[in-house]
T-cell receptor
Framework: AQRVTQPEKLLSVFKGAPVELKCNYSYSGSPELFWYVQYSRQRLQLLLRHISRESIKGFTADLNKGETSFHLKKPFAQEEDSAMYYCALGETSGSRLTFGEGTQLTVNP | DTGVSQNPRHKITKRGQNVTFRCDPISEHNRLYWYRQTLGQGPEFLTYFQNEAQLEKSRLLSDRFSAERPKGSFSTLEIQRTEQGDSAMYLC?????????????FGQGTRLTVV
């Protein structure tokens, strides 16, 4: 069965510091991986997906199939990045997303 | 707001009562998903529809839960004989079907409290 693990429930960094949110997955098929973000009092929204290979708000994530990881990185964190971040795995059939437990990122001034 | 809409936003009910939630997806989206989220956890998949057909249900979805999407537009999720363990945020999402997994757009959720 598919599984997504985010080992850190809480992560706190200072403004301007690099940040990395870890995500590991297990899936027997070819995974489609996503990062979703939820800002305070807002709905869950897509941040980026591995298939797009794009950088959103300065964040990037690389799929490492050998390590089954999809870590989210940003070289210089900003206060507005403070939010809950969820890593999610999508089955190729499109039937469901399997989410990790989430990491609450706090960027301190 | 042209996004996914869920009603009500909050529901408090007594144990044993039935509750029904509604989700209005983005109008052109043919896929609709229900998720449940408890405190400190990520969303957990419950069920999904493609148009009016319910294509998959999670084992989490006991026989007290039923979902419908009668005309392929809005959907309802009903919980019968509610239990305290049903207290959670219920999220609806919609997307377009396609070869790759399309972006899912989420509603703001319905928070259920069973007392």
């Amino acid at each position: 069965a598919q599984r997504v693990t985010q080992p850190e429930k809480l992560l706190s960094v200072f403004k301007g510091a690099p940040v990395e949110l870890k995500c590991n997955y297990s899936y027997s098929g070819s995974p489609e991986l996503f990062w979703y973000v939820q800002y305070s009092r807002q709905r869950l929204q897509l941040l980026l997906r591995h298939i797009s290979r794009e950088s959103i708000k300065g964040f990037t994530a690389d799929l490492n199939k050998g390590e089954t990881s999809f870590h989210l990185k940003k070289p210089f964190a900003q206060e507005e990045d403070s939010a809950m971040y969820y890593c999610a795995l999508g089955e190729t059939s499109g039937s469901r997303l399997t989410f990790g437990e989430g990491t609450q990122l706090t960027v301190n001034p | 707001d042209t996004g996914v809409s869920q009603n009500p936003r909050h529901k408090i009910t007594k144990r044993g009562q039935n509750v029904t939630f509604r989700c209005d997806p983005i109008s052109e989206h043919n896929r609709l998903y229900w998720y449940r989220q408890t405190l400190g956890q990520g969303p957990e998949f419950l069920t999904y529809f493609q148009n009016e057909a319910q294509l998959e249900k999670s084992r989490l979805l006991s026989d007290r839960f039923s979902a419908e999407r009668p005309k392929g537009s809005f959907s309802t999720l009903e919980i019968q004989r509610t239990e305290q363990g049903d207290s959670a945020m219920y999220l609806c999402a919609s997307s377009l079907s396609g070869f790759f997994y399309a972006e899912a757009f989420f509603g703001q959720g319905t928070r259920l409290t069973v007392v």
